[in-house]
């Protein structure tokens, strides 16, 4: 059968049983709308803190804010002690403005100058990206008349190793790895300026061997600046710790290899329109990769960090990572995004209307745009849950394709199948589980003056009941 079973937390469940709640929020707020419980980010910090700690290795934690835009997220970081990272001027605004100061703020992306600015006024720690942002920084410590030397990092990338082949995709962000000189020697000359506290890179992959080169990569680093007089003591390795949204292993492997043999066979039953997801049919034999985000993984979270400090390198006497890092007084700094809001929200949509298209597929019309759920072209392939208050409904046998609320061809909330117990109806509510993590509201537009979903912060409260607040109005420090 092909299903994307949800995992789902407890804490979740309990507020998705309670039916009636779920319906009175969308009478309240319209469709769609996101629940947050921001309370569930405990539980995930704790977890990267407890593997910084089993490998006696001195880490700090970054928050990717980029993966959520809720105000109360910020505030829960804050109260349980962590830093953030902010990657615009806006991103800055709002997290200053929710408490964050700038010793605990580092900004990472592309900078404009009025972001410098206020970072600079701030205090906060740069992870430089090139050249020009570093004379940027230069003439507005000088102009803005900033005491002491400004905390950097160099974002570095196109990283290699001798010992095993990577094929190494150019990246955007940061100076490539053979420029390093180059950009301390232009640090040097201004040591009024910059505090060079160490490297960094983020790469945009979740192959654990390409992160332990860039790792071994910034290692042999160290020495380097060490030798030009510099005294660096950070390591950051940014975000993409992965996160597990799927309940069963082997359903998973059985519906992905359904999807592949659909698209194989020419029948192309499970997809809209003939769509193949990277993959192609040429004599009856399936090329490419099917590419999408693994929804199933086992090796996630903490246990990836876990496994990359685990991981021994041949170039340093087959030391683990951990130990080396400890030995030589590297601070580990990390920019989770997505996996610190694992469990911790969910989207709803009401459903508008079904209809049959030419074929006989049922269509369910949803009040949502598919840029309310999802990132550019990435499918979740994670089912919705349906909650309906009618009973006698009709089985769904033969799968619904989910479609949005926008006036355009291209507006389908998934473009697959989705096989549900019952085929929803009218007024029925759509439950799009673990979202919060970029899903949630990183693509959000008011495209044909369509909503932004409302987002509603729960927090439990002595009674074991769930009191609900406006994002703005949550503040945990108040509780
Ligand atoms: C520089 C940087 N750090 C951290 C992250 C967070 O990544 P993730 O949410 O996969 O942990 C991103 C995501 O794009 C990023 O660009």
């Given at each position: 059968m ?18 009636d709640f779920?319906?009175d929020?969308g009478?309240c707020y ?5 629940v ?5 980010i405990?539980e995930?910090?704790k ?11 001195v ?8 993966c ?6 910020i505030k ?14 806006g ?7 929710c408490?964050?100061?700038g ?8 900078k404009?100058d ?5 970072g ?8 430089v990206?090139?050249?020009s ?13 900033i005491?002491?030397?400004v905390k ?10 001798d ?8 990246s955007?962000?940061?100076?490539p ?11 040097s000359e201004?040591?009024?300026v ?6 960094s ?14 790792i071994?990569n910034?290692?042999s ?19 993409g ?7 069963d292993k ?6 992905i290899?359904?999807?592949?043999e659909?698209?194989?066979?020419g029948?192309?039953s ?9 993959l ?6 399936l090329?490419g ?11 996630v979270?903490?246990?990836?960090l876990?496994?990359?400090?685990q ?22 700094y990390?920019e ?5 809001l ?7 949509a009401?459903?508008?209307f079904t209809k ?16 309310d759920?999802?990132i ?6 994670v ?20 479609i ?5 061809e291209?507006d389908?909330?998934?473009?697959r199948?989705?096989?549900?117990e ?20 990183f ?8 909503k ?10 002595g009674?074991g ?6 994002d ?7 509780e």
């Amino acid at each position: 059968m092909f299903k994307f079973t949800p995992k789902v937390h407890n804490s979740i469940e309990n507020v998705i049983e309670d039916k009636d709640f779920l319906f009175d929020l969308g009478d309240c707020y319209g469709s769609p709308y996101n629940v947050l419980i921001p309370e569930n980010i405990d539980e995930n910090i704790k977890s990267f803190q407890d593997v910084f700690k089993q490998n006696n290795v001195v880490g700090k934690i970054f928050y990717a804010h980029k993966c959520n835009k809720s105000k109360a997220i910020i505030k829960q970081m804050l109260k349980n002690n962590i830093c953030i990272d902010v990657a615009s001027l806006g991103e800055l605004i709002d997290v200053v403005s929710c408490g964050f100061c700038g010793d605990k703020i580092e900004a990472t992306g592309p900078k404009n100058d009025d972001f410098i600015i206020l970072g600079l006024q701030h205090k906060i720690t740069f992870n430089v990206d090139n050249f020009s942002e570093l004379d940027t920084i230069v003439k507005y410590h000088k102009k803005l008349g900033i005491k002491g030397a400004v905390k950097i990092l160099i974002r570095l990338n196109n990283f290699h190793s001798d010992e095993t082949k990577i094929i190494n995709k150019v990246s955007r962000f940061g100076f490539p790895i053979s420029e390093f000189e180059n950009v301390l020697d232009f640090v040097s000359e201004h040591r009024d300026v910059f505090n060079l506290i160490g490297i960094s890179f983020h790469l945009d992959t979740v192959n654990m061997i390409e992160k332990i080169i860039a790792i071994e990569n910034c290692i042999s680093l160290f020495e380097v600046m060490f030798d030009r007089g510099f005294e660096p003591y950070v390591l950051d390795i940014g975000g993409g710790f992965k996160l597990n949204y799927i309940e069963d292993k082997a359903q998973w492997n059985e519906s992905i290899s359904e999807l592949k043999e659909d698209i194989a066979t020419g029948k192309n039953s499970l997809t809209w329109n003939g769509k193949t997801f990277g993959l192609s049919v040429k004599n009856n034999i399936l090329h490419g990769t099917l590419n999408i985000y693994n929804y199933y993984d086992e090796l996630v979270k903490e246990k990836f960090l876990d496994a990359i400090l685990q991981t021994k390198l041949s170039k340093y006497q087959n030391r683990k990572i951990a130990e080396i890092l400890s030995e030589n007084m590297i601070e580990l700094y990390i920019e989770p995004g997505r996996s610190l809001l694992d469990n911790v929200g969910f989207n709803v949509a009401k459903v508008n209307f079904t209809k049959m298209d030419a074929k006989g597929n049922t269509l369910v019309g949803l009040d949502m745009k598919r840029s309310d759920l999802l990132i550019g072209e990435q499918e979740m392939f994670v089912d919705p849950i349906l909650v309906s208050q009618k009973e006698n409904q009709k089985k769904d046998d033969c799968g619904v394709f989910f479609i949005g609320n926008l006036c355009m061809e291209n507006d389908m909330i998934f473009n697959r199948k989705v096989f549900l117990e019952t085929v929803p109806q009218k007024d029925d509510l759509i439950v799009f589980m673990n979202t919060a993590g970029y899903f949630m509201d990183f693509d959000q537009s008011t495209t044909l003056g369509q909503k932004v979903a409302t987002k509603v912060i729960l927090s439990k409260k002595g009674n074991g009941k769930y009191k609900q607040y406006t994002d703005e109005n949550f503040n945990p420090f108040k509780e």
